[in-house]
């Protein structure tokens, strides 16, 4: 049972982790034009593109990427 009580703890754990995750993941006009502009030109360079809007990440630009205009469903 006390592995039942584990799974539960963690999955709230997984739960707080992706909703602070999102909250992240909300881009300005000019950062969604901004980053769509950089892929057109460089592709997939995360780091490249993170480099010309502050305060962001490379992960953070690729999960926003991926889960906005990911086209592999």
Known sequence: MSDLDHSSYDTSLDS???TSQDLKLEF???EESLIIRMYNL???RWSLIAGRIPGRTAEEIEKYWT???STSE
Do not use: V
């Open 28 to 30: 300005s006009e000019d």
């Open 16 to 18: 707080r982790e992706e």
């Open 42 to 44: 460089i592709g997939e």
């Open 67 to 69: 889960s906005r205009y």
